[in-house]
């Protein structure tokens, strides 16, 4: 059974520093698009970052640009979100998930999806 799993989030101060994990079973993430998307509350759900299988090319949104850093550990089928100098408006349930083809990423049509964690951002 393929299944996603994240971990770590939870309450951190506007400027503090989150990871999350996306820890993969019954298959390799290394084969597959790895993305990581939010749902704010009333928001609709947007894409933060994608990384590709093979290379591990990369993009982000730009709302993250420049704080946010998505990486893969192939030995422990993680994927990982550093999250960095967060802000308020980062608040969201965060889900990974994964696909075959690169451009799902874009469009967040992904075909698995792990459940969420939530980050919250709040002093």
């Known amino acids: 059974q393929l299944q996603l799993v994240e971990s770590g989030g939870g309450l951190v101060q506007p400027g503090g520093s989150l990871r999350l994990s996306c820890a993969a079973s019954g298959f390799n993430l290394d084969y597959y698009v790895i993305g990581w998307f939010r749902q704010a509350p009333g928001k609709e759900r947007e894409g933060v970052s994608c990384i590709s299988s093979g290379a591990g090319i990369t993009t982000y949104a730009d709302s993250v640009k420049g704080r946010f850093t998505i990486s893969r550990d192939n030995a422990k089928n993680t994927v990982y979100l550093q999250m960095n100098s967060l802000k308020p408006e980062d608040t969201a349930v965060y889900y990974c998930?994964?696909?075959?083809?690169?451009?799902?990423?874009?469009?967040?049509?992904?075909?698995?999806w792990g459940k969420g964690t939530l980050v919250t951002v709040s002093s």
């Open positions: 998930a994964a696909d075959s083809r690169w451009p799902s990423c874009r469009h967040g049509a992904m075909s698995y």
